[in-house]
C-alpha cells in the first residue's frame, strides 16, 4: 500500500508516494539553471523551478504549501508499531479462519512471517527520515482506501477458504505460491521505498527542489512500489485458495491506476516535456516491450 499501514507503522509517514520523484534523484533539466517560472502544465520545456506553480485553471484539485515533515521515529519505536500492525493483521485473520486457534494453520503462519519481516525490514531500514513537503494535494479518501484494503483482503481470502466459496485449482500449490507472491510483492515495495528514502510521501506531494528518479527499479517502471503493493495484495488473495478476495484486489488496482493518473497529471505540469519523454520510454507498472 504504497501507504499501506506496514509502511506507516514503520516509520514511512503513511507509504505512498510520488513515486518517480524525489529531491535527490537524477535530475533530467537540458540545463543546470533551473526554470524560474512555468505558467501552463507542459509548457516551457523540461527545467525545474525551485518552487512548485499550480497552473491556472488546474483540475487536480487544490494546492497547499507544507512544513517539512519532522525525522521518523527511532529504530525501536518503529519496531513496536510494526508489531502492532501485525497483531491487526493477524486478528483480521483469525476472524477470517474462525478463531485464533486457527492461525495455526499454514497458510497464516507463512503469511504473518512474510508481513513480519517486511515491517521489521521496514523498521530497520526507516527509508523515510523527513521530507520537505511544500506543495499538497488532498486525497484523503483514496488514501484510506488504498489503506484498509490490503488489510481487508487476507481476511476475506481467509473467510472465502473456510466456507469453501469461490474455490480455486490447485488450493495445496497456492497455499505456498500465495505467500511467495507476497514475499515478492513487498519486497519490490520495499526495495522501491529504499530508493527514494525520504522522498517517498504518503500523499500527491511536490517536495522542494523535486527531481526525477530514473535509476535502477525507476529506469524500467514508473511506479514500482505501487506495482509491488498490487502483487503483494493479490498473493494474499490467493493463499487460501479461494477467490472471494479477488474483487478487492481488482478495486485496489483500480484505485491505485486512478491516483497514477493524478500523479502524473501532477508530475508533467512540474516536469513538461522531460515527464512525457521518461513517460514514453517506461511503463506505469510494467516494463515497456522495446522501449530504451
Known amino acids: ?62 494546492v497547499s504549501a507544507s512544513p517539512t515533515v519532522p525525522a521518523s521515529p527511532s529504530p525501536v519505536r518503529s519496531a513496536v508499531a510494526a508489531l502492532v500492525v501485525l497483531a491487526i493483521d493477524a486478528g483480521l485473520l483469525a476472524i477470517g479462519l474462525g478463531g485464533v486457534r486457527a492461525l495455526a494453520d499454514s497458510r497464516a503462519v507463512a503469511l504473518l512471517a512474510v508481513w513480519g519481516v517486511a515491517g521489521v525490514t521496514l523498521s530497520v531500514l526507516r527509508p523515510v527520515r523527513s521530507q520537505d513537503v511544500i506543495e499538497r494535494r488532498p486525497d484523503g479518501a483514496r488514501m484510506a482506501a488504498l489503506a484498509i484494503l490490503p488489510l481487508a483482503t487476507p481476511m476475506v481470502a481467509a473467510l472465502g477458504g473456510r466456507l469453501g466459496a469461490w474455490p480455486l485449482p490447485g488450493p495445496h500449490v497456492l497455499a505456498w505460491a500465495g505467500p511467495a507472491i507476497v514475499a515478492a510483492g513487498l519486497a519490490l515495495r520495499i526495495a522501491a521505498m529504499a530508493q527514494l528514502g525520504s522522498r517517498f510521501s504518503p500523499q500527491l506531494a511536490l517536495q522542494r527542489e523535486h527531481a526525477l528518479e530514473r535509476r535502477g527499479l525507476y529506469g524500467a517502471v514508473r511506479h514500482p512500489g505501487y506495482a509491488g503493493a498490487i502483487v503483494a495484495s493479490l498473493g494474499a488473495a490467493l493463499t487460501f485458495g479461494s477467490a472471494l478476495a479477488l474483487p478487492l484486489v481488482a478495486l485496489f488496482a483500480v484505485l491505485m491506476v486512478s491516483r497514477i493518473r493524478d500523479e502524473e497529471a501532477l508530475l508533467a505540469e512540474r516536469f513538461g516535456e522531460a515527464w512525457r519523454d521518461y513517460a514514453r520510454a517506461t511503463g506505469a507498472l510494467l516494463p515497456r516491450p522495446g522501449a530504451r
Open 1 to 62: 500500500m504504497d501507504g499501506g499501514p506496514r509502511e506507516r507503522a514503520a516509520g514511512a509517514s503513511g507509504g505512498r508516494t510520488l513515486d518517480p520523484c524525489g529531491s535527490r534523484g537524477k535530475r533530467v533539466a537540458s540545463s543546470p539553471t533551473p526554470v524560474p517560472d512555468r505558467r501552463a502544465p507542459g509548457r516551457g520545456g523540461p527545467g525545474l523551478s525551485p518552487r512548485p506553480v499550480r497552473a491556472p485553471g488546474s483540475t487536480l484539485g487544490r
